[in-house]
């Protein structure tokens, strides 16, 4: 009885740390995510060239291309996305005397009506909520490490579970007259359990998303004869079409859709992939089947654009069950699943997600303050029996050593920060200059290393916090500042040195 006592108070412990930890970061996660799920209705809000007014009929595709090809650089490639409705303006993807930028043709106009140099986060409202998200405007590594966050998450969700063993009595139990730190837990415990399945499945699809991409760089650097193969095989599914004229006329943009639609029924067009056009490339129509729980425009058909012959397709439906589970990811994570169900489902769905997708967020404050209360609790109770002085239960008056152990700890980091900053600036990035590339190495990468060597980590928490103990009420807090500063300063030198 005493040993599953004393692990259910270590999983408490790990519980709670866990949620100290990634708090502040679940937090701006889960409300970015929330905000994210209307991406479409953000941009439509802030920027007023994307609408499309309710007169007049629509142009064209025809006229569309004609007017992108006219706009961006001589032959270059460019990519075309259709509106989600009548009063959207298309979205392309081009160049324009050399610069990527992001360009709105008016439907009804056939005009474009904005062109934005796509640079940084900031050149669309829309772009900036999404990549907050997804990668908290830091780049490669900060998706690596919002994925190591799903894998957090679905941590906090087991070791809540486990720790909750009963918590079928809790589903509607919520006592808000009691003490605050009652009425915490059993806010804490009843958004947990109603938002469980929810943050399950968006703990593992974030951590997929987030993480695949680290993967498929290990598997880059260090498995280069796979690497090798994969080319090899994109070399060898080269499609250009022998048979057609390479100088021979492009058949209308409407005829090469008209070709995709024969060849998938009820296939509904999203995209298209321009290639440049002394390329010789084909032109590769995306799209989506109504009623599948699959990711945007997963379906694809590629044409010759002379010849109008179908070099290759890919049904999203039918492909193999792996890369069938993957692409449910993206809508299930981002609640865009009910589209094809009118519009009365579509917003169902989509509010639902950004009702839930608060929950982690929610879930993070309410706990660390039923941490903060307890930790108030815990260290009242070791002062008073040692007879150090104390206020009353709202707080205690500290020691001196103690305040001196944390200075001490802060100032014993300084060298370590700056040695880290010569390194990366002088040393592996060869700029002094204060980057974003300088800020991803300096903080969001040993952030996420440090996360996934978590059991180093916490040992290293745990330590300190023993030496910290030891020394309340005695000489000595400035020597176990000290100590717990350089180690890890120690350890985020470590951390900040590897994968340069």
Known sequence: ???????????????????????????????SGSL?????EVEWVFNPEIRVSSEGSLVSIDSIVSTLENSTDDGSSFQLTFPPGERWAYTAIGRM????????????????????????????????????????LMGYWGRAFVGIFGVLLLVSCVTGVLIYRNWLKSLFQLRLGFRKRVAYM????????????????????????GLENLYRRIE??????????????????SWVDESSEFFGEKLPVSKL?????????????????????????????????????IAKSQSRVTIDPKSGRILSSSDAREIKVSSKLYNTLDPLHFGYFGRDFGSFVKYLVKILWAFLGLAPGVLAITGSIMWWMRRKRVIQSKQL??????????????????????NSWVLSLIPFLIIAYIL????????????????????????????????????????????????????????????AGGLFGLWYLILTSLFN
């Open 424 to 483: 990366q600036a002088r040393v592996w990035l060869g700029d002094w200059s204060f980057s974003l590339n300088l800020v991803q190495q300096l903080l969001v990468k040993p952030i996420s290393l440090s996360i996934v060597a978590f059991p180093i980590t916490y040992w290293l928490y745990s330590f300190t916090s023993r030496l910290r103990r030891q020394t309340i009420g005695r000489e000595g807090g400035f020597w176990w500042g000290g100590m």
């Open 97 to 136: 005397q050399g610069n990527p930028v992001n360009i709105l043709v008016n439907s009804k106009t056939g005009e474009i009506t904005e062109s934005v140099v796509r640079e940084g986060y900031t050149w669309g409202v829309s772009f900036w909520v999404r990549q907050f998200h997804v990668r908290l």
């Open 220 to 237: 880059r650097d260090w498995f280069p004869e796979a690497n090798v193969r994969a080319i090899e095989m994109q070399q060898q599914a």
């Open 1 to 31: 009885m005493r040993k599953d006592k004393l692990s259910r108070q270590s999983l408490y412990n790990f519980h709670s740390l866990l949620g100290i930890l990634t708090g502040l970061v679940m937090i701006l996660i889960g409300f």
């Open 257 to 293: 859709i008209g070709l995709a639609k024969d060849h998938y029924s009820e296939f509904e067009v999203t995209q298209i992939n321009f290639p440049d056009s002394d390329s010789g490339d084909p032109v590769v129509i995306r799209g989506d089947h109504p009623g599948a729980l």
């Open 186 to 209: 059993d806010l804490h415990k009843v958004i947990g359990i109603w938002s469980l399945l929810f943050n399950v499945v968006i703990a593992i699809s974030g951590a997929v998303l």
């Open 385 to 406: 029996k040692k007879g150090l002085p104390h206020k009353n239960d709202d707080g205690l008056v500290l020691s001196t050593n103690i305040n001196n152990g944390w």
């Open 36 to 40: 994210a799920v209307f991406n479409d």
